[in-house]
T-cell receptor, first 119, second 112 residues
């Protein structure tokens, strides 16, 4: 079974340009997450989709970031316009989904990440 | 989500057993304990997850005492390829807030 895939693996853009990152989750996973690690910092949560709906976008840094998941399959994360501080590695993860109200588990599987460099 | 504390780094030699302990004093009743492994230029990889007592899979064992305020990841007979960062995460992933909170992790270096 294919894992979470991300495209591109690397992207180098200039400040002010637009970049779109793509994530393809594991087939059948309703939950999709975006995380990022900026230089020297810890991996931070950005947002969470359940199918095509945004369940939690509390981690989105500002309105220059736009995430979509049309049709509940793959997701895109657009940064427009990109700033220097947006440089880092953007990870996508997916999960099947646990049972609400039950202390069960819901494992998130991560993709390899997209390394974004803003010059 | 409960915060965790783990050593910044550890060194070991090939063939040894490695135990990485994580403290999570504020763990909540519904929280599970999850460990991830991350190699350079890769995404975090799920290793093991547990709620209490002991969990074992083909990769590692997870020991959780009765008070659940700490946990220990045990890697049997490590090899050079086990050199990676290991993250301990604590949280309830069954509710609507499913975000994982990563700390700094433990850099494990396996020496020949």
């Amino acid at each position: 079974e294919a894992g979470v895939t991300q495209f591109p693996s690397h992207s180098v853009i200039e400040k002010g340009q637009t970049v779109t990152l793509r994530c393809d989750p594991i087939s059948g996973h309703d939950n999709l997450y975006w995380y990022r690690r900026v230089m020297g910092k810890e991996i931070k949560f950005l947002l969470h989709f359940v199918k095509e709906s945004k369940q939690d976008e509390s981690g989105m840094p500002n309105n220059r970031f736009l995430a979509e998941r049309t049709g509940g399959t793959y997701s895109t994360l657009k940064v427009q316009p990109a700033e220097l501080e947006d440089s880092g590695v953007y990870f996508c993860a997916s999960s099947q989904g646990g049972l609400a109200g039950v202390p069960s588990t819901d494992t998130q599987y991560f993709g390899p990440g997209t390394r974004l460099t803003v010059l | 989500l409960a915060k965790t504390t783990q050593p910044i780094s550890m060194d070991s030699y090939e063939g040894q057993e490695v135990n990485i302990t994580c403290s999570h004093n504020n763990i909540a009743t519904n929280d599970y304990i999850t460990w991830y492994q991350q190699f350079p230029s890769q995404g975090p990889r799920f290793i093991i997850q547990g709620y209490k007592t002991k969990v074992t899979n083909e990769v590692a064992s997870l020991f959780i005492p009765a008070d659940r305020k700490s946990s220990t990841l045990s890697l049997p007979r490590v090899s050079l390829s086990d050199t990676a960062v290991y993250y301990c995460l604590v949280g309830d992933l069954s509710g609507s807030a499913r975000q994982l909170t990563f700390g700094s992790g433990t850099q494990l270096t396996v020496l020949p």
